[in-house]
């Protein structure tokens, strides 16, 4: 099992930049696929991007290719999620996963989720 623990949410215009981290505990993190989802208010939890438990595969949702990156350190036991040019419709609260290393990047399996991190951009 796995502990997740999300921060650098906060407050941005629009047209700024976060930089999301989410810190891993217990298990060997390299032992996972990680992967970033977020939830707006009033909509269902949506898959933002995913990598792969080396790093040498990601994979993006449509409303964050090209302005997201995901990316980890598995010497930290961390994965981050650099956003940039942040739009309004970007506000939402953004969970970390973690999920099987066998499985295919694009088909991410989230299996153990952080307790979120708010990001508000405002317009």
């Known amino acids: 099992q796995v502990q997740l623990v999300e921060s650098g949410g906060g407050l941005v215009q629009a047209g700024g930049s976060l930089r999301l981290s989410c810190a891993a505990s217990?298990?060997?993190?390299?032992?996972?696929?990680m992967g970033w989802f977020r939830q707006a208010p009033g909509k269902e939890r949506e898959f933002v991007a995913a990598?792969?438990?080396?790093?040498?595969?990601?994979y993006y949702a449509a409303s964050g290719k090209g302005r997201f990156t995901i990316s980890r350190d598995n010497a930290k036991n961390t994965v981050y999620l650099q956003m940039s040019s942040l739009k309004p419709e970007d506000t939402a609260v953004y969970y970390c996963?973690?999920?099987?290393?066998?499985?295919?990047?694009?088909?991410?399996?989230?299996?153990?989720w952080g307790q979120g991190t708010q990001v508000t951009v405002s317009s």
């Open positions: 996963a973690a999920g099987p290393r066998g499985i295919p990047t694009p088909r991410f399996r989230a299996d153990y």
């Open positions: 217990g298990r060997s993190f390299s032992d996972y696929a």
């Open positions: 990598i792969s438990w080396s790093g040498g595969a990601t």
